[in-house]
T-cell receptor, first 117, second 110 residues
């Protein structure tokens, strides 16, 4: 079975440019999460969606970051304009969440390594 | 806010040794998870725990959900070179928010 698919795997761009990261969750999963991982701060939850609706975006660092989930099989995380301090590995994860069900584990993609020069 | 204190931060092992790591918190959680991350990849789920006191094994790995619901440990028996990597604990609160520990980096002693 295909896992969570992220693209691109690596992105190097100059500061000020727009960056778009893409994620395809596991088919049938209805929750999607975006994380940022750095040496200094570890894994940070940026935003998550349930049934394509953003539920909690309190982790989004600032207005330069935005995320969308237009349908159940696709999500984007956009940074505009990008800055060097945005350099990190960005992970997408998905899980199946049901009404009253136990918290289902999240399954992670292999990440996008972003470098802003 | 809620925080998971994971220890040790790093450890060096000889092949064949048993390994133990843990996560503690001052908060109560109702699900504990353990993940392993290899270089250049995303975290991969090892074990999920849903009930206080639960002890679950996955091959040479064993994890327990602390009886107070504030901690969990992961043991690896008879370590092998492919056990090297970063291990993360994670926990869900009653509000279904997930938080991650800062990771334990496991290396092979030369």
């Amino acid at each position: 079975d295909a896992g969570v698919i992220q693209s691109p795997r690596h992105e190097v761009t100059e500061m000020g440019q727009e960056v778009t990261l893409r994620c395809k969750p596991i088919s049938g999963h209805n929750s999607l999460f975006w994380y940022r991982q750095t040496m200094m701060r570890g894994l940070e939850l940026l935003i998550y969606f349930n049934n394509n609706v953003p539920i909690d975006d309190s982790g989004m660092p600032e207005d330069r970051f935005s995320a969308k989930m237009p349908n159940a099989s696709f999500s984007t995380l956009k940074i505009q304009p990008s800055e060097p301090r945005d350099s990190a590995v960005y992970f997408c994860a998905s899980s199946l969440r049901g009404q009253g069900a136990r918290n289902q584990p999240q399954h992670f993609g292999d990440g996008t390594r972003l470098s802003i020069l | 806010g809620q925080q998971l204190n994971q220890s040790p931060q790093s450890m060096f092992i000889q092949e064949g040794e048993d390994v133990s790591m843990n996560c503690t918190s001052s908060s109560i959680f109702n699900t504990w998870l353990w993940y392993k991350q290899d270089p250049g990849e995303g975290p991969v789920l090892l074990i999920a725990l849903y009930k206080a006191g639960e002890l679950t094994s996955n091959g040479r790995l064993t994890a327990q959900f602390g009886i107070t619901r504030k901690d969990s440990f992961l043991n690896i028996s008879a370590s092998i070179p492919s056990d090297v990597g970063i291990y993360f604990c994670a926990a869900y609160s009653s509000a279904s928010k997930i938080i991650f520990g800062s990771g334990t980096r496991l290396s092979i002693r030369p």
